[in-house]
């Protein structure tokens, strides 16, 4: 199971982090992939930050350099700490551990 949180409203410029903490049979530490997508009204499921085993990380041009992912193996929780928000970051951003999704947080950036 994934419970994502730490979303809400921030204003232009602002910044968040967002949490996913696992349970059950999903662990941080031997996940194969860990993910963050997000999803903004009547737009696709898109991905914004990925994380290999090795510690390797990867964004697509729209975040990198804003987004950063990183992970708490002891504690079993993935994060996503987001910088320099924009409006167009606006969306419901969920966390993806190999096959697992969480249900969401929404995040609302204010113009």
């Known amino acids: 199971q994934l419970v994502e949180s730490g979303g809400g409203l921030v204003e232009t410029g602002g910044s968040l982090t967002l949490a996913c903490a696992a349970s059950g049979r999903t662990s941080i530490a031997s996940a194969l992939a860990m993910r963050w997508f997000r999803q903004a009204p009547g737009k696709e499921r898109a991905w914004v930050a990925q994380m290999l085993p090795s510690g390797a990380t990867y964004y697509p041009d729209f975040v990198k350099g804003r987004f950063t992912i990183s992970r708490d193996n002891a504690n079993n929780r993935i994060f996503l700490e987001m910088n320099a928000l924009q409006p167009n970051d606006t969306a419901v951003y969920y966390c993806?551990?190999?096959?697992?999704w969480g249900l969401g947080t929404q995040v609302t950036v204010s113009s």
């Open positions: 993806n551990i190999n096959s697992d």
